[in-house]
């Protein structure tokens, strides 16, 4: 970190939505991109967490629960990826509404919501602000910096569609989670990593999570 640079953090904020290997991916992206991070977990998402990785995420113990998870594939292989260095990690209980990111003279690069689940949709869409993470995103919105709202359901109802209309109207990326298979992904972390990388691209930070389509049928598999 540049410390002759003011910070300026993206905030990842992960909902209660099945869909935790994602959140992961993108968090590992951005650290590799040197990006700063302040990451928000709601209530909903550690039970996710938990189901998902066997392991809690704690707000005492955060740091430690976050490296246990960032180093897990989403294959449930426990030490798939080196150590993450978590030194511009900040993170931020998602019932302090009195945090850095709950204010728009905070100064970030925007929020990515990965994954997000309806009831966080339905939340940002209505301005409900009812913890640290839909605030976060109703601060971002209304300062118009970049918001990707990655969303994890299936079917969706036509209520659901309505609130995603609603952010996209206000200048909200909608990005379904959904895997893409020209990549030439050989398993599951291919296709997490294939989702996160689209969700870094909509962020516009550089990356190196899948191959990028050529114009080349077959191009994958020739490689």
Known sequence: MDDSKPRKPWVVGV???SGTPYAAAVLRG???AGEAVDLVVSRAARLTVLDETGAPFRDAHWREDLARWLARGADG????F???DLADVRYWAAGDLA??????SYGVKGMLIVPASTACVAGVALGLSKDLLQRAASVTLK????????????????QTLRHLVTLDEAGAVVLPASPAFYAGATDIQDLVDFVAGRV???ARVPHKLYRRWEGELGGARAE
């Open 15 to 17: 909902s209660g939505a």
């Open 30 to 32: 951005l650290l590799q």
């Open 77 to 80: 292989t426990a030490e798939r």
């Open 82 to 84: 080196a150590g993450a």
């Open 99 to 104: 945090a850095g990111p709950s204010s728009g």
């Open 143 to 158: 300062e118009r910096r970049p918001l990707v709202v990655a969303v994890r359901e299936t079917p969706l109802s036509g």
């Open 200 to 202: 870094l691209d909509a």
